[in-house]
């Protein structure tokens, strides 16, 4: 349970309060607050789902994960609960972006949400990027033309899904079908749902129920390997384009300015 004492600690600092204070929010003594954080003794089931109230998270989280490198940015609102949304920052507390290999991308379903998995990513800084927080992604297939198999999307997570536009493209995390790239239509008034439909007239539009998506990226630039040999493809190689397109596109902006 030592997890769970420092995380009680970490969140109870993460929202600037006292012991006293967050004693007098839950209805118990400082004394209670004080032995549950130095772990020297562990506390009741009562006061997990008060203290996991309180907080917006859930009690799974609060008591399985080492919460105290997080910050409350690595917290996103779901409905009326918060859930870990892992956050890489280098030295500047700048956002680093994590590139998902394409060999492993179908176990991203699995660990999405983890952030040990989301930490063993590499990572890359894009400065010309807007705000917000980004992740790459390969692409499988030839559902959306003239991206091909082999590319890789920078793509912006949405915090609110039903807030997705209409006939913009987006990475779409789902429970049954793992990783996809499509462009939507909202429909979530009308059916609770989005239209998958994919650029490539081969393929047919399909519907997503909203309680189907786990994540949702907006696609923001991408990276075509199709001038580039097998062999070159490596996820070494991939870090090096990106890297490189950074610098480009920041010197150009500078020459512009």
Known sequence: MENLSKNIKHLRTLKKLTQEALAEELSVTRSRISSYEENRSSPTIEFLIDFSKYFKLPIDIIVKNDLTKAKDVSFIEVGNKRVLFPIAIDDNNENL?????????????????????????????????????????????????????????????????????????????????????????????????????????????????????????KFTCSINTQEYEEHELKLSSIINMFNELGVELEALKKSIG
């Open 97 to 217: 972006i994590e590139v998902v290999p394409a060999k492993a991308s179908a176990g991203y379903l699995l660990g999405y949400d983890d952030p040990e998995y989301i930490e063993q990513l590499e990572k890359i800084k894009l400065p010309f990027l807007p705000t917000g927080k980004h992740r790459a992604f390969p692409i499988k297939g030839d559902s959306m033309l003239p991206m091909k198999d082999g590319s890789y999307l920078v793509a912006e997570f949405i915090e609110n899904i039903k807030e997705a536009k209409s006939g913009y493209s987006y990475i779409v995390v789902t429970k049954d079908d793992g990783m996809t790239y499509k462009r939507l239509e909202n429909l979530v008034d009308e059916k609770q749902s989005f239209l998958l439909k994919p650029d490539n007239t081969s393929y047919q539009p399909y519907e997503v129920p909203v309680s189907e998506i786990l994540e949702l990226w």
